[in-house]
């Protein structure tokens, strides 16, 4: 108590809050450094997924996905999707090669331009057509965009199939040319 018989406050000064804010702020600095000091670099592989399931499972409702067999010694798929069966038909498949670099297959019913405005770029530059012996074609239009991005594409059918990424030419045209719709083998 104070000595005017009423209970003391505490008094709220600028300073003592700008004082509080500089203590807790070098504080946060000092805990980041001291994490930054002591940590090792992070590698994070990616999680390979059972794509080839996915694809049997796809097959077996009656639907044609455009697949790679096997992918080459380094590749890992990271990502399959399947529409339910009811649903319109959509099949997406995310590879990383060797070296990290990204392929997306989709095969859907869109059009072909609105497939590339979604997974490539609003605006995309038509290339020179890829010639790669496939199951699924021999011809294949070809795309690019401003961030260097690839894309080939194709009919299946009444689909469209979409193969795009940021991978280097010579590597979509290898994935390019594994592509199959055989059914997928026992294994």
Same mark, same amino acid.
């Given at each position: 108590?104070?000595?005017?018989?009423?209970?003391?406050?505490?008094?709220?000064?600028?300073?003592? @809050?700008?004082?509080?804010?500089?203590?807790?702020?070098?504080?946060?600095?000092?805990?980041?450094?001291? +994490?930054?000091?002591? +940590?090792? =670099? @992070? %590698? &994070?592989?990616? =999680?390979?997924?059972?794509?080839?399931?996915?694809?049997?499972?796809?097959?077996?409702?009656?639907? =044609?996905? *455009?697949?790679?067999? *096997?992918?080459?010694?380094?590749? &890992?798929?990271?990502?399959?999707?399947?529409?339910?069966?009811?649903?319109?038909?959509?099949?997406?498949?995310?590879? @990383?090669?060797? #070296?990290?670099?990204?392929?997306?297959? +989709?095969? #859907?019913?869109?059009?072909?331009?609105?497939?590339?405005?979604?997974?490539?770029?609003?605006?995309?530059?038509?290339?020179?057509?890829?010639?790669?012996?496939? /199951?699924?074609?021999?011809?294949? %239009?070809?795309?690019?965009?401003?961030?260097?991005?690839? *894309?080939?594409?194709?009919?299946?059918?009444? #689909?469209?199939?979409?193969?795009?990424?940021?991978?280097?030419?010579?590597?979509?045209?290898?994935?390019? /040319?594994? @592509?199959?719709?055989?059914?997928?083998?026992? +294994?």
């Amino acid at each position: 108590m104070s000595e005017t018989g009423t209970p003391g406050r505490y008094q709220r000064t600028t300073n003592g @809050l700008i004082g509080s804010i500089i203590v807790v702020v070098l504080f946060v600095i000092g805990i980041v450094i001291f +994490r930054s000091i002591f +940590r090792s =670099e @992070l %590698e &994070v592989e990616p =999680e390979p997924v059972d794509y080839l399931d996915a694809v049997a499972a796809a097959q077996s409702a009656g639907r =044609e996905p *455009a697949y790679p067999p *096997a992918l080459p010694a380094g590749w &890992v798929a990271t990502n399959v999707e399947v529409s339910p069966a009811g649903q319109r038909p959509q099949f997406f498949l995310a590879v @990383l090669t060797d #070296e990290g670099r990204f392929i997306g297959l +989709r095969q #859907e019913e869109d059009s072909l331009d609105d497939l590339l405005e979604e997974h490539v770029d609003e605006r995309t530059d038509e290339e020179a057509p890829a010639e790669v012996d496939s /199951g699924i074609a021999r011809t294949w %239009e070809g795309f690019s965009d401003d961030g260097g991005d690839r *894309a080939y594409a194709t009919e299946l059918g009444e #689909e469209t199939v979409l193969v795009y990424g940021s991978a280097p030419e010579e590597d979509m045209e290898v994935f390019l /040319g594994l @592509l199959s719709t055989d059914p997928v083998a026992s +294994r």
